[in-house]
C-alpha cells in the first residue's frame, strides 16, 4: 500500500467510526483481525484486551455506540507509513471526561489487520 492509500483508509475509518456507520467499519477490516483495547481489558477480562474478528469487533463497537450514542473522535494528528498509522485522537462522548487516544493500524493490501490502543490520556 502506498501512504496515500492508507491515509485515505485511515479517514474513512475515522468518518465510519463518527457516523456510527458499523459496517463500514468493518469493511476496512481483514475477516481476521485483531484488535486490542485496555477498555476490552476492562469491561471483558476474560479477552485480556484483544479481540479477533468482524463478529467481535462487531459485538464490541455495536456496545459502545449503545453505551455512548454521541461517542466522536477528533483527529488530533497522524503519522503514516506504507504498513502502519499512528493515530492521536480526542475522544468525547456526553457524561464523560474527554480522553486523548493513541491508536495504531496495521493495515495490508488495503485492508485493517490489526489495531491496537497504546495510550490514552
Known amino acids: 500500500m502506498t501512504i496515500k492509500q492508507n491515509t485515505t483508509i485511515t479517514f474513512q475509518w475515522f468518518d465510519a ?3 456510527h456507520n458499523i459496517e463500514k467499519l468493518l469493511a476496512l477490516y481483514h475477516p481476521d483481525a485483531d484488535h486490542y483495547s485496555p477498555k476490552l ?4 477480562p476474560e479477552t485480556k484486551g484483544i479481540i479477533t474478528g468482524r463478529a467481535a469487533l462487531h459485538s464490541w463497537w455495536a456496545g459502545a455506540f449503545e453505551r455512548l450514542p454521541d461517542l466522536h473522535y477528533e483527529i488530533i494528528s497522524l503519522g503514516v507509513d506504507k504498513d502502519y498509522v499512528m493515530m492521536k485522537y480526542k475522544r468525547t462522548a456526553a457524561g464523560e471526561e474527554d480522553i486523548e487516544v493513541n491508536e495504531m493500524l496495521n493495515i495490508k493490501n488495503g485492508l485493517i489487520i490489526s489495531s491496537a490502543v497504546v495510550e490514552t490520556k
Open 41 to 44: 481489558k476492562v469491561r471483558h
Open 17 to 19: 467510526f463518527n457516523e
